[in-house]
C-alpha cells in the first residue's frame, strides 16, 4: 500500500526552537509538497518541490524553509518557531503534471510553538 | 477505518459538456467537506459544504452535499479549457484532521 508518511503526528516545541518536519514517500513521485491548515481556512501551500534539490515557495513561505536530498524526502524547517506556527503541517506527494493521478497526503503533523 | 473515495478517476470531455465529480466517504465525526482544484502550483478552494441539500455555487460550478447517503457532488457546466485540472475532495473531522480523495483528473478538450 502506497503511502505518505510523516515522522512525528503531534509536537510541541519552545519559542525560538528550531524545527525539523519529515516526510517520506515510497511512490517515486516526482513532485512534494508541505501545507499548513487552519480552522476556518483551506490548505495553504508552504513550499513544494518537482525534483531532487529543487524547491518553489508557496503562498506562505516566511518562517520555514525545505529540503530535499532523496527524491523520497521532504523535509519542512521552521528556523525559529512562533506561536502563530502552530497549526497542522500536511505534506503530499502527486506525480508530474500530465502522469495522471493524484495527491496522496500524509497523516499530519499537529504542531504546537509554547 | 476512514476514506475518502473519488470517481471517476480521469474524465475527458469536449467544451461546452457538463461533468459530474462525485465523492463519497465514510469517516467518524464528520465536520465539513471541501473540494479543491488543483492546476500547477498547489490546490485552490472551492467549496466547503457543512450541511445536507444546500447546494453552493460560484459561476459554472456547484456542490452539493448527502449526509445521509454519504457523498457530495461538484457540477461543472459549460466546461472551458481552463477547467483542466484535478480536482480534489477532502473531508475534515474532528481534531482538524483531513481526509483527501486522490482526485479526479479532467481534461477539457477545444
Known amino acids: 500500500d502506497v503511502k505518505v508518511t510523516q515522522s512525528s503526528r503531534y509536537l510541541v516545541k519552545r519559542t525560538g526552537e528550531k524545527v525539523f518536519l519529515e516526510c517520506v514517500q515510497d511512490?517515486?513521485?516526482?513532485?512534494m509538497f508541505w501545507y499548513r491548515q487552519d480552522p476556518g481556512l483551506g490548505l495553504r501551500l508552504i513550499y513544494f518541490?518537482?525534483?531532487?534539490?529543487?524547491?518553489e515557495k508557496g503562498d506562505i513561505p516566511e518562517g520555514y524553509s525545505v529540503s530535499r536530498e532523496k527524491k523520497e524526502r521532504f523535509s519542512l524547517i521552521l528556523e525559529s518557531a512562533s506561536t502563530n506556527q502552530t497549526s497542522m503541517y500536511l505534506c503530499?506527494?502527486?506525480?508530474?503534471?500530465?502522469?495522471?493521478?493524484?495527491?496522496?497526503f500524509g497523516s499530519g503533523t499537529r504542531l504546537t510553538v509554547v | 477505518e476512514d476514506k475518502v473515495v473519488q470517481s471517476p478517476l480521469s474524465l475527458v470531455v469536449h467544451e461546452g459538456d457538463t461533468v459530474t465529480l462525485n465523492c463519497s466517504y465514510e469517516?467518524?465525526?464528520?465536520?465539513?467537506l471541501l473540494w479543491y482544484k488543483q492546476e500547477k502550483k498547489a490546490p485552490t478552494f472551492l467549496f466547503m459544504l457543512?450541511?445536507?441539500?444546500i447546494e453552493k455555487k460560484s459561476g459554472r460550478l456547484s456542490s452539493i452535499l448527502d449526509k445521509k447517503e454519504l457523498f457530495s457532488i461538484l457540477n461543472i457546466t459549460a466546461t472551458q479549457t481552463g477547467d483542466s485540472a484535478i480536482y480534489l475532495c477532502?473531508?475534515?473531522?474532528?481534531?482538524?484532521?483531513?481526509?483527501f480523495g486522490t482526485g479526479t483528473s479532467l481534461t477539457v478538450i477545444p
Open positions: 469517516v467518524t465525526n464528520f465536520r465539513s
Open positions: 457543512t450541511s445536507s441539500g
Open positions: 477532502a473531508v475534515c473531522i474532528a481534531g482538524n484532521q483531513f481526509y
Open positions: 511512490m517515486d513521485h516526482e513532485n
Open positions: 503530499a506527494s502527486s506525480p508530474s503534471v500530465g502522469q495522471g493521478g493524484g495527491y496522496t
Open positions: 518541490s518537482y525534483d531532487v534539490k529543487m524547491k
